[in-house]
């Protein structure tokens, strides 16, 4: 056991190089949320532009992406319209079509989109698309004829008064249609698969400044408050329905302080209630970078502007202010981040969607007008191995497989708490306790600690017990010994 403590030790320090002198911006952060450099665990294959599509018109201010099967869809807002591109096995993004209408009433009647920013496309194959600036979501059918339109809820409920402008959309297996609305802080709203509204989903907490609020309560006058801006609910920006049915949904409205304390919750995993079931076991949450320096100007922390979800629960948000993407397991761990902000191959000016086609990713930047594809590379590809493995119960092979991640990075923390696990799953209770040691894993390593201890109790229970029972009784058989030799003597 001892040797192997120190060869785990060992690694760790020879192996160190390869994270010192990585290429790449690709990071990690260590127990003292220290930035960890890593080798490149995604590698930018191409990037398309505006211009290498050879439309009639340049893109003009993409908002969103969506990916059915191998096509993606391109919400093309200005130009009121949607792209569909086909991503092809050579891993090249080529232009399929233009829907900027549709058939409505028949198929002699055409009704166009005014600013589109988002498209859903459900496993049936029809459409949602959120036609803001015309005030609807319409859904269509494969063939792109007019079935309905979601439109602003006539109900008392929900508050009316200003411009209903629908940006997001998601749909169900069952199709019920969840939309996320501006200026509308009260969640998602929901719809029936007739288009009825049924109500409001995952409505966000109440967020407010402690001084504001006991200023607005005790010390101002009533014009005053009536002038104040009311505390209300965040509003989601962005969401991703996953392959089980979960909606992750992310906001950039909070307090930045209150990342640390999780009240911020800047990325959410909503069940059948709306409540967040994001699992959160890691030493820190997920809420992106760690360090809010003053880099290249910018103070803020991250602001996730979008998220997907892979089939193996990673998830991965795309971070606006300094143009990274971060990857969390369905733990909360961070697995690795990487991008930033500029013009160079692999970073973004102004990111505002993230999608994936296998494990292979796609970026929008808006400002730019461009799709940037990113392909795992070899470390990245074991990362996710090594991920799979554990979830389906396959710990000899995850154990292997993080062993051959640390070939390439000896600085990642998470090999070696995946380490722990898999030799926990298969009762290696001491070498558990080594792996999470070295990474002050406290809690993985007192799981591992009161199961060695279980275990080392009931393999030696005999002789313990034994030591015991002669602890208490030789004491007593000497006492009567010594006192009969007295007795003896005294005759």
């Not at 005014?114 to 269509?140: C, H, Q």
């Not at 690795?336 to 796609?362: C, M, T, Y």
């Not at 009931?458 to 006192?483: D, Q, R, T």
């Amino acid at each position: 056991m001892k040797k192997r403590k120190i060869l785990l030790v060992l690694t760790s320090l020879f192996v160190f190089t390869s994270g010192l002198f990585a290429k790449g911006d690709t990071y990690t952060y260590d127990y003292w949320s220290k930035i960890q450099r890593s080798p490149d665990v995604y590698t930018v294959s191409h990037v398309v532009y505006a211009d290498d599509l050879k439309l009639d018109t340049p893109l003009k201010n993409p908002t969103n992406l969506f990916c059915y099967g191998n096509l993606v869809y391109v919400a093309d807002t200005d130009n009121n319209r949607i792209i569909e591109l086909e991503y092809t096995e050579k891993k090249i993004l080529e232009f399929r079509r233009v829907i900027d209408r549709f058939n409505a009433n028949g198929q002699d009647v055409v009704d166009t989109f005014s600013g589109p920013k988002d498209v859903f496309i459900a496993e049936d194959g029809s459409y949602f698309i959120a036609d803001t600036k015309n005030g609807r979501v319409v859904k269509l059918d494969k063939d792109l004829n007019y079935l309905f339109s979601l439109t602003e809820p006539d109900d008392p409920t929900y508050a009316k008064g200003k411009e209903f402008l629908p940006e997001k959309v998601v749909a169900d297996v069952k199709g019920r249609a969840y939309v996320l609305a501006k200026n509308v802080n009260k969640g998602f709203i929901k719809y029936d698969f007739d288009g009825t509204f049924t109500g409001f989903y995952g409505a966000g907490e109440v967020t407010y400044d402690f001084i504001d609020l006991m200023w607005k309560r005790f010390f101002s006058t009533r014009a005053q408050r009536e002038q104040m801006v009311s505390f209300v609910p965040t509003e989601y920006c962005n969401a991703y329905m996953d392959h089980e049915g979960f909606i992750y949904a992310v906001t950039k409205t909070f307090e930045q302080w209150d990342l640390l304390s999780d009240k911020a919750k800047p990325i959410r995993r909503l069940n059948a209630l709306g409540g967040d079931i994001l699992v959160k076991n890691a030493e820190y949450l997920p809420i992106g970078d760690l360090q809010w320096n003053n880099a290249a100007g910018i103070k803020d922390p991250s602001k996730f502007s979008d998220i997907t979800v892979l089939d193996n629960d990673v998830y991965l948000a795309v971070d606006e202010s300094r143009g990274r993407i971060f990857a969390y397991n369905n733990q909360g761990y961070l697995l690795f981040a990487f991008g930033g902000h500029g013009n160079i191959d692999g970073h973004f000016r102004q990111p505002s969607s993230i999608e994936h086609v296998g494990k292979d990713l796609f970026v929008l930047d808006t400002m730019n007008s461009s799709i940037t594809v990113f392909t795992p590379t070899v470390l990245g590809n074991l990362i996710y191995q090594a991920t799979e493995q554990y979830a389906v119960g396959d710990y000899d092979d995850s154990a292997r497989t993080w062993e051959e991640v640390l070939k390439y990075n000896g600085n990642y923390d998470l090999a070696y708490i995946g380490l722990g696990k898999s030799y926990l799953r298969q009762d290696r209770f001491k070498e558990a306790m080594d792996c999470f040691e070295l990474k002050k894993d406290r809690k993985n390593y007192s799981k591992a600690y009161m199961y060695y201890r279980k275990e080392w109790i009931e393999a030696n229970i005999g002789w313990v017990f034994a030591l015991i029972i002669a602890v208490i009784v030789v004491p007593f058989i000497v006492k009567k010994v010594m006192a009969f030799i007295r007795e003896l003597k005294s005759l």
